[in-house]
Every structure is written in C-alpha cells, then in structure tokens.
C-alpha cells in the first residue's frame, strides 16, 4: 500500500533528483506520503537523503512504468511513473553497492564473497525446506520407522558423497557453476541439457512453494485472526502480496551470499515448528490415542507394517527430495573468499549442514509419525487440531518457504540465463534481470494458485531431473575429468573415487527409471 500511495500522489514540489534509495527508505517515504493530507504534497526527502550516499544515475524518459498510466493524463502517468520507477529502482541499490565493492575489490586483488559461516547457513536452508513436513508420510509409506530410518540413511550418505564428487571435480578445473563444470568437461554445445534440467526443477519447485505458501498462510491467517480485514482477503491477494513485498525483493539479488539474514530467519522458524512437534508427541507419548489405534507412541514406532511395494518407492522419492541442493553446491563453493575456500574447510560445512539437517528431519520424522501413526496426513501439520500454537505453525511454514524460495529460484534465473546466452550468441546480450527476474516469479505464483495439486509433476520432476542432477551429471563429470587427467595418482584412492563415480550414475538411472514405472502404473 506504501508503493501505490506514493504513486498515487505524484511528483513532489520543485524538482525531484531521480535517484536510488533503499528499499525501506521508499516504503517509509511511501508510509509517510500518505499518512499525510494530499494537499501537503510531500517532498520525500528521505529519498534526498538515500540518494545523497549514492552516486546519481539518468533514468530514461520513456519507462514501461508509466506506459500504462500515460491514459490517466501527462501530469498523473509523469509523476506516478516517476515515483514508480524510483521504487523499483531500489529494489537494486544494495546489490549496486555490492557491485561497487566488488570493483574496488578486484582492482585490489581482493575477493568479495560469502564466509564459509554464510555458506552454512544457505546451504542448510536449501536442504531444510518445506519437504520437513512431508517426511513423517514418507514414514507411512515405508514398512515402518526401521525401513524409513534404513532409506533416509543410505540417500543420505550417496547424496553426501555426490556433493563431494562435485567439490573435487570443481577444484580440479577451478569453476564455480554446475554450467560451467559441465562445460569445462563436455563442452559449451551440450551445456544447454544441464541448463534445461536445473531450470526446470527449480521452477516446479518454486511453484510448489508458492501453492504451499498460499495454503498455510490462508489456514494460518484466518485461524488467529479471524474476521479480520486480512483474513477476508481472498487467498490469491495474500499470495500476491508476500510475492510482491518479500519474495521478490529477496530474488533480485545477484548471488547467495546475500540471502543469509532471510536463511536464518527460516533456520529460526523451523526450529520453533520443529520443537513444536516434538513437545507435543512428549505429552502424548505414552497416552494410547484412538487416531494411532489405541497405541502408545513407543509401540507405533516399533511396529512393521507390510506395505505395497510401490509404496516404498514413492517414500524413497520423498527421501531423496530431502536432499536436493547438489546444483548450489559449486556456486556456494566458489563465494567462498580465495583465502578460506579449500576442500577440507567446505568439506566440514557441508558435513555440518547435512548433521543439522538430519537432526531436523528426524525429529519432524519420528515425532510426527509417533504422535499421530499411521493416520498422520501427508503434510504432518494438518492432523493437528486447529489452535493457536497449531496455527502459528502453519505462519512459521509459510515464513520458512517464503524464505527458501530465493535460494532455488537463483539457480533457475542463472540457468535460463546461460540458455539466452547459449542461444543467442555471443554477440548478444543478457536480459534484463529485473524484468526477467519478475516474470519467472509471476509465472511460478501462477502456477502455484492455479494448480490444485502438484504431487504428480513433482514426481516427475524427481524422477528425471534431481535424479540426473544429483547423481547422474556428478558421475558423469567425475569420470570423464579424471580419466583425462595425466596429473591424476593412480592408486586405491583414485579407484575408490572412480567405482563410487559408476555407483552413482547407476543409482540415478535407477532410480530415475523406477520412479517413472510406478509413475505410470499409479
């Protein structure tokens, strides 16, 4: 509302220095403007100020910002245009001053990027997103918590050593894209096939997130407050809002070192769903529930239930969607600064991501499927009852995807940007990231409001493309690099790395070609 009341009162008084300004900045100038009689016509001078510590910039006359508004009158589509462009423009200033700093930097020698704590943090986020709340289904779907442990493991220990393979082949060849690893290896011709499978993931999964989002903040927001003027909006207002306000801004920035703050306030949340759960299966642990079949939490955990076999396939899906970050793996290694990026150092925060990520994912696990058994629902916070800690949870999810949501879409922007490229030529230059940055998140906030459900194109999504990128494209860059390399010490630890390298292409083409027969068979 800020934005548009801003627009809506047109140019300030004497001439308006168009220049940037913080994003906050531009919401409180637009609160302000307002907040005031429409007669006083506000100068904005918060907006001199934040200009005054950035150097000016000629914004073009002619701007697709006022384009629309021009059939309101020159003096109503001049000034909203203006003022639309200046906070739009914001949006972009603190990834120009990073800009700047990384100049000056390279003029120095120096690097800018991410200290491996930063790395923890976003690589953690992108492991611990919304699919917490799938795993204690993906129990359901196993013979058991034995088998679910059993699958979790050993998906957990290929993914482990998949992200290693990638480090290794990285430092080989000093390249910090999965595109361009696969380029260095391949060639740039065949590059466009990595592109097209990471885009296509990552956009699937964030319209996943924006469906999920819509529905736990609708569930969240007309539980605690309802009645109220935000709980009768309808819910694809809602969406669009926590789009416009904090998703986009958020996906704007230029690499993932910037998105620590919003990594930990999602670290946070989880954390707080997560000691949630399991508070509430420590009171119910020993009282014998009808919704579990009259047993204790201990008994349903120890229990083996014979299931379908295709039903242990579909939690093995589940599974190995917990860990899919494997295509951020050599961008976060490569934002590393020079002096601290070594194997060993971002061998230990891989580890550690994977260790806080596990503990996250067993306590959703064990403590969801504990407390309600095999009556759980598919998304676990949908077997609570309706009550205000239940609904702060749902808030919390919503908050913890809206804060993943930037970490995957930064991979389907880059990806989609190398196939511009790719397909243009060389000669031709890149798009316009924030008019390309706003349609891909429209169109994902699109997808996910117009789709009742996306469990079958998720599926598909695991079977083909994470399949590939986490385990097939590892193996396959490993063992082309290495069987090429002269340099390469022959010995047992060389063919450990190579076998494990073959181990991996097999167990994507296998597990990509299972998942899509009982995808077919369903």
Not at 58 to 76: I, N
């Amino acid at each position: 509302m800020a934005v548009f009341g801003a627009a809506a009162l047109g140019p300030p008084r004497g001439r308006w220095r168009r220049r940037r300004c913080p994003l906050a900045v531009g919401f409180i100038a637009g609160l302000t403007a307002v907040a005031r009689p429409l007669g006083e016509r506000p100068r904005l001078r918060s907006l001199d100020l934040a200009a005054a510590i950035t150097p000016p910039r000629k914004v073009p006359q002619a701007s697709f910002a006022a384009a629309p508004l021009r059939l309101l009158g020159p003096r109503c589509a001049g000034g909203c245009g203006r003022n639309l462009r200046g906070i739009l423009s914001a949006c972009r200033l603190a990834e120009d001053k990073r800009g700047l700093r990384r100049a000056a930097a390279n003029k120095k020698g120096e690097k800018i990027g991410s200290a491996l704590p930063t790395s923890f943090l976003n690589l953690t986020k992108n492991i611990v997103g919304s699919n917490v709340l799938f795993l204690p289904d993906a129990v359901r779907l196993s013979h058991g918590l034995p088998a679910a442990l059993v699958l979790l493991g050993a998906i957990g220990v290929v993914s482990f050593g998949a992200m290693l393979v990638i480090l290794r082949c990285c430092e080989q060849v000093q390249v910090f894209s999965y595109r361009d690893l696969w380029a260095k290896v391949f060639g740039n011709q065949s590059a466009w096939i990595v592109d097209f499978c990471i885009a296509l993931n990552a956009l699937i999964a964030c319209a996943s997130y924006c469906l999920l989002i819509e529905r736990f903040l609708g569930i969240a927001v007309s539980g605690l407050f309802p009645g109220s003027f935000v709980a009768l909006l309808p819910s694809e207002v809602k969406l669009a809002a926590v789009v416009l306000f904090f998703i986009f801004p958020l996906c704007l920035k230029r690499d993932l070192s910037s998105l620590r703050d919003s990594s930990l306030v999602g670290l946070v949340v989880t954390v707080l769903v997560a000691a949630y759960v399991a508070q509430d299966f420590s009171v119910h642990a020993m009282e014998p529930l009808p919704e579990r079949g009259g047993l204790t939490s201990m008994e349903v955990l120890s229990s083996w239930d014979q299931q379908p076999g295709t039903y242990l396939l579909q939690a093995t899906a589940l599974f190995t969607n917990a860990f899919s970050v494997h295509y951020n793996v050599p961008k976060l290694y490569g934002e590393v600064p020079t002096g601290e990026r070594s194997i060993d150092s971002f061998r230990v925060v891989v580890m550690c991501a994977f260790a806080f990520a596990l503990l996250t994912e067993l306590t959703f696990m064990i403590c969801g499927y504990g407390r309600f058994g095999p009556s759980v629902e598919s998304t676990l916070l949908s077997s609570y009852a309706v009550e205000p800690s239940s609904l702060a949870c749902w808030l919390c999810m919503a908050a913890n995807i809206a804060c993943t949501y930037p970490i995957v879409f930064q991979a389907a922007r880059s990806s989609i940007v190398s196939i511009w490229a790719q397909a243009a030529g060389p000669g031709a230059g890149e798009p316009n990231r924030v008019v390309l940055t706003a349609a891909l998140v429209g169109l994902t906030a699109v997808l996910g409001h117009s789709l009742d459900g996306l469990s079958f194109i998720n599926a598909i999504k695991g079977a083909l493309f994470l399949s590939a990128i986490a385990f097939v494209f590892p193996g396959l860059i490993h063992l082309r690099l290495f069987s090429s390399q002269n340099s390469e010490k022959s010995g047992e630890e060389a063919w450990r790395w190579q076998a494990f390298s073959k181990f991996l292409i097999l167990w994507g083409a296998g597990s990509a070609t299972i998942g899509l027969g009982v995808l077919a068979f369903r």
